[in-house]
């Protein structure tokens, strides 16, 4: 990586992305309104793409080749917003030039390929922080603390619910095919909540899914999927996904113990009951998080860029610090596992031991 962690304090860390669709602009924005972070660059296949995407970011060097962004010494991270089934090889090609990694969710489609980029990061000593912003969210974050501190007791129901809308026209590119989307409402638009709530409840140990093409019939991936969890500990809970319905909800989150519940809607708590009340409960229940992350429920780009500005400022920081990023690819691993499992569950007809 160019540049001593002494020297990087002083200094902004160079950034360059690799892939020009509409996520692409809200990594943009977010590295923009970062501390120490700033856009150095941009490689895409299309020249007039990268050419443009600079042009609209203030952007300095633009490239159709991946290798000569990351072999540049002014960049120090780069950001992959590829297709999903096409992050493992700029990502390679970044990690092996010393650099450090933000990638899209998911990480790759199968742990095969994230399990090949985690070896080469490790080996080559740099972060790799998969983007799964709705960690950074109050909401999640107190859940999280709740659970860390036992307030909930012993899970007995965890779920997760993601019933979103999505044009006939979205589906026109690579979205909801195998090859480079691996699948479709469950690893593009529910992953999120089924980070979370494997954040939260941790892996299942044991999953059976119901996978169907409700109104998307020309898509090679599912719109439509069901799935019953088992867990560890006996608790059990459920995943619902969907790209087919209106007008569209934000993603839902339920957590039941036998002290207490809460949910998560969105990125805002909409209940928060416990046996045991403590003096911050109800302002818990009143809070709303004022960068509010937006949803994507019925349109893909209504959503902030906040979300990704806070895991790209973590990542700065880490740096700087030199220590381990909040999320990283090893953690992030695990909804592609999980979700593969359902896949696997789905097209077997039974039930997937994790």
Known sequence: MSGSPASQKSTSLGFGIVGVGMIADFHAQAIAHTHGGQLRGVATRNLENAQAFARKHTVPFATTRVEELVARPEI???????PSGAHLEPALAAVRAGKHVVVEKPIEITTERADELLRAADAAGVKV??????????????????????????????SAYVKWHRSKEYYTGWKGTLKLDGGGALINQAIHAIDLLQWFAGLPAEV?????????????????AVAALRYPNGALGTIEATTAVKPGWARRIELAGEKGSAILDGDHISRWDFVDALPGDEAIRNAKDLAELGSGASVPNAISFEGHRRQIQDLIDAVRENRPVAIDGHEARKAVALIRGLYASAQRGAPVKL
Not at 132 to 158: C, D, M, N, P, S
Not at 211 to 223: F, K, M, P, S
């Open 208 to 224: 059976f899914s119901w996978n169907t093409r409700a109104v998307h019939t020309g898509i090679e991936g599912e719109d439509t």
């Open 76 to 82: 120090d991270v780069v950001c992959i917003t590829t």
């Open 129 to 158: 922080s998969p983007i799964f912003q709705a960690r950074f969210t109050e909401g999640a974050r107190t859940i999280k603390a709740a659970i860390e501190a036992g307030r909930f007791g012993r899970l007995v129901l965890a």
